[in-house]
């Protein structure tokens, strides 16, 4: 398995507190992405980055920020979490640019807003 | 972006070959068509990936039509341990990045 871990695993926060999850990889690819999960829709793709600093927003990126400051790490920030942004949030990396990618995915992170 | 339709669920019986079909009427021409699996509580794994015609690897089959406006994910012999949701995907790029459009997938339950 692809060497991606995500932290925290778990969390309970309460709505209008920041919160921010980390993407750790080890495999030194260069593309980075964070999905939500909600039943009933899949996965939808919040925000990506292409490289150190470089990052751009998905189909649901509203509420969301990110930052990139070292290729192993993709940070997904919630300013002001709300309970429509209780999810499994699952992060991913892939090696190249060319349309036959391989998306290698987390463990994922199970939050909860109150 | 292209988008892909598949059946929402499936069921079907250990030992049964299982298939299931996703069309992509908008496929570019560059884009590939590539199927992950997913079990609860864990994140999509890639099975496998093609372009056209036929693939096979050690978990499963692709087949790709000429006109690759559909693929069909082909799941020999399955298990219990095969019931999971499955999507397809079809690359889809935009000015910067390399995209993938997730659907909702299709829930497949192995009985025994």
């Known amino acids: 398995d692809a060497g991606i871990t995500q932290s925290p695993r778990h969390k309970v926060t309460e709505t209008g507190t920041p919160v921010t999850l980390r993407c750790h990889q080890t495999?030194?690819?260069?593309?980075m992405y964070w999905y939500r999960q909600d039943p009933g829709h899949g996965l939808r793709l919040i925000h990506y980055?292409?490289?150190?600093?470089?990052?751009d927003k998905g189909e649901v990126s509203d509420g969301y920020s990110v930052s990139r400051s070292k290729t192993e790490d993709f940070l997904l920030t919630l300013e002001s979490a709300t309970s429509s942004q209780t999810s499994v949030y699952f992060c991913a990396i892939s090696e190249s640019t060319g349309t036959r990618d391989t998306q290698y995915f987390g463990p994922g992170t199970r939050l909860t807003v109150l | 972006l292209a988008k892909t339709t598949q059946p929402i669920s499936m069921d079907s019986y250990e030992g049964q070959e299982v298939n299931i079909t996703c069309s992509h009427n908008?496929?570019?021409?560059?884009?590939?068509i590539t199927w992950y699996q997913q079990f609860p509580s864990q994140g999509p794994r890639f099975i496998i990936q093609?372009?056209?015609t036929k693939v096979t690897n050690e978990v499963a089959s692709l087949f790709i039509p000429a006109d690759r406006k559909s693929s069909t994910l082909s799941l020999p012999r399955v298990s219990l341990s095969d019931t999971a949701v499955y999507y397809c995907l079809v690359g889809d790029r935009n000015n910067a990045g390399n995209m993938l459009t997730f659907g909702g997938g299709t829930r497949l339950m192995v009985k025994p």
């Open positions: 093609g372009y056209k």
């Open positions: 495999e030194n690819h260069r593309y």
């Open positions: 980055s292409y490289g150190v600093k470089d990052t």
């Open positions: 908008n496929i570019a021409t560059n884009d590939y």
